[in-house]
Nanobody
Framework: QVQLVESGGGVVQAGGSLRLSCAASTASGRTLTNYVMGWHRQAPGDGRQLVSAITWSEGRTYYADSVKGRFTISRDNHRNTVFLQMYSLKPEDTAVYYC????????????WGQGTQVTVSS
């Protein structure tokens, strides 16, 4: 079992920046070495979209085309926290952002946070 708590959402003007955090904890205290952490977003009326992901052990990253060059994902192993730094925000980035965890090699993310709202005004 992995528990995820997001924070850092808010309202920002277009062109602004926000940093989201996702703190992970495990009941058994096991490490997240074999996991992938992903940030997803869902806008009203849309499906959930994977925005960015990072492997916990090597720190390899993935970005959706829509956010490449504007978003940066990183992790702090000591604090079991993943960050999503968002620059040059656009109104179309408005969504609820969720962090989630899956095991490496798996297709589905199995543990999800509660989400944090990001609103970008034009």
């Amino acid at each position: 079992q992995v528990q995820l708590v997001e924070s850092g959402g808010g309202v920002v003007q277009a062109g602004g920046s926000l940093r989201l955090s996702c703190a992970a904890s495990t009941a058994s205290g096991r490490t997240l070495t074999n996991y992938v952490m992903g940030w997803h977003r869902q806008a009203p009326g849309d499906g959930r979209q994977l925005v960015s992901a990072i492997t916990w052990s090597e720190g390899r990253t993935y970005y959706a085309d829509s956010v490449k060059g504007r978003f940066t994902i990183s992790r702090d192993n000591h604090r079991n926290t993943v960050f999503l730094q968002m620059y040059s925000l656009k109104p179309e980035d408005t969504a609820v952002y969720y962090c989630a965890v899956k095991q490496r090699g798996a297709t589905e993310y199995i543990y999800w946070g509660q989400g944090t709202q990001v609103t970008v005004s034009s």
